[in-house]
């Protein structure tokens, strides 16, 4: 008998249906029927023939009429929201697809697979993964280190030794023993008392980042979960099945608690749970939905499922990345606008760089060489100044290498510290099968990665603080030579004045994000984990700091574009032509 799952003002509602002849309409119908006979009020209506509504797909929002067949519109096991005409939404209200679904909205299952062994997760890949290009699979070497581990768990329930959050309860309750046949019910009460979090819930490409890189650690065989439970978890990371996992609500230690039980609680059919084919719904509803059960949790599992730094680490990745990106696209950015300021490229000689060598310092001035001083691409635009007599220029066109690379050079160290925390053990307490015991540490302190996210935020903001500079020396008619804010007819047109400052709002609001949140900590766990690292927040911002970096570097660039207009028919280097190209692909030049 066909059946499907239909979201009513917030709640979600199983439908059977005896007769595939039926209709949405009655579909419809029959879901405001359940839902008024399960509220006291009735729902505030006098009965199912008083309410009017829409009926529409939960993937993609498609509405369906009334008069089609269930057979026809609808798959068995498909989701479908009923919108009731008049209804405001309060301000709790979860919708049925969340932010950025758009990235979702043509996703097709993944055919390629990687494979996880807990030591070589690369940046790239869990980026990779997180927009839904690969499935995970276990290697072989993993499987049998996860088999071990729980071994020695196993022993510990049978001998009912007293150890930490297996056998006891958690932190200032780690002294209170519990009966052994408990222990499975102390896992489904952790996992629910810690899903405390608040905020808006993660966008899918995170909430599969934190999954898949949480798969990562219980592969490094540590974890004491068990090989049947992680293949499990594994199956509802491949069908795409991602918990409610609110932004806010960690302390970066003990690791990212509230988050990743979040995680785990959907993983156990409770919560809410997203899917591309369901939306959002209970999460026994999307598992069921997708043919999978939910987890039952064995001893020590639901803390193996919570305990790390995976939060702070995956959306940490995903800042590396794109503050990687951005980076290299500053240095092209900013050699355009040196074009259209007539600058020179002598500040970018080679023999200056050698006597300072930063590899980040080095590296910018090649890229500006390349783009600016080949004799397989001459600039016409500099060829028309080369005489003049500028001796030099201001800082933030004659400083970027050494600006933009310490950029570059902060980039690549906090990357090598977020790659070793990807394929670290940050469980407590850990469990050394080859030592066949458990140790209690504090691997899950998030103090590193936090540390470096709060450096990361700083030194990419330097970017932004830099190209705005150049935006002022663009839109200056007494620093550039070029019509007042870019625009020929100036008092008609405004041109790039308000743009400008939009990106000083920008920049002036990173100064205030880059203030370090791990130089903070507030003592939690009624004194046992006195010392915090703030690493969810350090995370956070670091990603909203490059975000506002991003958004700086599109203004100059579309300034740049614009400058170059004044200087036609002259033409700048053929790598920078191209870039004017893209530009103008998208963007028309503004009059």
Known sequence: MPRYTVHVRGEWLAVPCRDAQLTIGWLGREAVRRYIKNKPDNGGFASVDDVSFLVRRCKGLGLLDHEDPLEVALEDNEFVEVVIEGDAMSPD?????????????????????????????????????GKGRYKIKLT???????????????????????????????????????????????????????????????????CRMLLAL?????????????????????????????????????????????????????????????????????????????????????PKEGLALINGTQMITSLGCEAVERASAIARQADIVAALTLEVLKGTTKAFDTDIHAVRPHRGQIEVAFRFRSLLDSDHHPSEIAESHRFCDRVQDAYTLRCCPQVHGVANDTIAFVKNIITTELNSATDNPMVCASRGETISGGNFHGEYPAKALDYLAIGVHELAAISERRIERLCNPSLSELPPFLVAEGGLNSGFMIAHCTAAALVSENKALCHPSSVDSLSTSAATEDHVSMGGWAARKALRVIEHVEQVLAIELLAACQGIEFLRPLRTTTPLEKVYDLVRSVVRFGR
Request: hydrophobic content about 35%; charged content about 25%; glycine content about 8%.
């Open 93 to 129: 209200f979860i919708p049925s697809q969340p932010e950025g679904v758009y990235l979702y909205s043509k996703y097709r299952e993944p055919e390629k697979y990687i494979a996880l062994d807990g030591d070589s997760l690369t940046t790239e890949d869990l980026v990779n993964l």
């Open 140 to 206: 072989p070497t993993a499987e049998k280190k996860v088999q071990k581990s729980r071994e020695v768990i196993d022993s510990i329930v049978k001998e009912k030794t007293v150890v930490y959050g297996i056998t006891t309860g958690f932190g200032k309750f780690a002294r209170t023993v519990i009966p052994v046949n408990k222990l499975e019910e102390l896992q489904v009460n952790l996992v629910r008392s810690h899903s405390s979090g608040v905020g808006k819930p993660l966008i899918p490409e995170r």
């Open 214 to 298: 949480r798969i990562n650690v219980l592969a490094k065989g540590y974890s004491g979960i068990s090989l049947e439970t992680l293949k499990q978890v594994i199956e509802v990371f491949n069908a795409s099945c991602l918990p409610y996992v609110p932004e806010k609500g960690t302390v970066g230690a003990s690791g990212d608690l509230a988050p990743l039980s979040h995680l785990a609680l959907g993983l156990i059919g409770e919560g809410k749970m997203w899917s591309p084919k369901s939306g959002w719904a209970d999460a026994k509803y999307v598992l069921e939905a997708h043919g999978l059960k939910p987890v039952v949790l064995k």
